[in-house]
Structures are given as C-alpha cells and as structure tokens.
C-alpha cells in the first residue's frame, strides 16, 4: 500500500542541499510528489510531499531527523494523506502590490477567510520600486473557492480592503491548461 509523508528542512544556504536531501528519498524508493524550496535570508527552506511503499515512507520517517542533521538540515516529517481536491471548489489567483507595511498578508488572509477560502499557494516577496527604491510588498496565492461562494461579493469585499489599505488586488479564475506559477 501507499504511503504518503510531508517533510519540512531548514539549514544554511549551500550548494547541494536538495541533491543531498533528494538522494536520501531515492534510497528509500520514495518519490518526491510536491515541493516548495527557497533561499529565505541565509536559509534554505524546503517543504515536500513524498511517497513510496509504506514501509519505506515509515523506515524514511524514522531516520529522517538524525539524517538531516548529519546534512546540516533541521528536519521534520510527518505521515499525511493522499492529496486531494473539492471537485466544487474554482480555482483562482489573487495578485497584490503595495508598498510594504506590516498586517498586508494578515487583512488579506482574514478576508479570505471569511468567505471560507482555501489557500493552495502563497508567495510573497519585498523589492525596492523602479525609482523611489521604497519597498514595495507582492504576494501571489493560488486560492480554492467553495462552490457556493458568490465570486462578486468576493471582489466587492477586496476592493473594500483595496480602499482602506491602499492596496492593489487583482483576483482572477485560473482555467485550465493555463499556468497557475
């Protein structure tokens, strides 16, 4: 039977990290489904889905920490389920621009919540504008909307948030073949 497991590492940037990491798995015939890596300050942060027969997902689990240690890698890894989508819900993507204050990725995310939207992805970024140099403040998320949530009252709610915060959200149906990142 399948097994399925999520994986979080941390460590000091350096060259190698993923194949050192990514070796490990292939030893345990374990696939890598999904993933998310980057440089964040001096870190190199990985978050993944693997899966393989269970007992090599369980034999991976267990020696997971004391192997990425050996790596420099701060290691975690939990089973998990298969993943799994709301056949009901549409995808979107929300795109915002700003200059950077702090709460920009709080108000956002408390409004989707509000209307019972799940968060698939979310990427965010700080970069100096063209000509000022101030900093301006991005994020991107791939969002899940429930079936029965009306899509209007949603962009009315956001260009409220838009107005009080001095935001610039764009919020728009992903379709399929198109591509989402």
């Not at 399948?2 to 015939?29: E, F, M």
């Not at 269970?54 to 290691?75: D, Y």
């Not at 000022?132 to 079936?147: D, E, K, N």
Request: aromatic share 4%; charged share 25%.
């Amino acid at each position: 039977m399948k097994g399925y497991a999520l994986l979080t590492a941390i460590g000091a940037d350096r060259v190698g990290i993923v194949d050192d990491l990514t070796s490990l798995i292939l030893d345990r015939k374990c696939n890598i489904e999904e993933s998310r890596m980057a440089v964040l300050g001096g870190e190199f942060a990985i978050i993944m889905l693997f899966s393989g027969e269970e007992a090599g997902v369980g034999r991976l689990l267990e020696e997971l920490p004391a192997r990425g240690a050996e790596l420099g890698l701060a290691v975690s890894a939990k089973e998990t389920v298969p993943p799994r989508a709301d056949p009901q819900a549409r995808p979107y993507l929300l795109e915002s621009v700003s200059l950077d204050t702090p709460g920009i990725v709080h108000s956002v995310t408390s409004l989707l919540r509000q209307y019972r939207v799940n968060i698939e992805d979310l990427e965010t970024d700080t970069t100096p504008a063209p000509w000022t140099g101030a900093p301006l403040f991005s994020m991107r998320a791939r969002l899940s909307v429930p079936g029965d949530t009306p899509i209007a009252r949603l962009r009315e709610a956001l260009e409220d948030l838009e107005a009080e915060t001095n935001l610039d959200v764009k919020l728009s149906p992903i379709t399929p073949g198109e591509a989402e990142f």
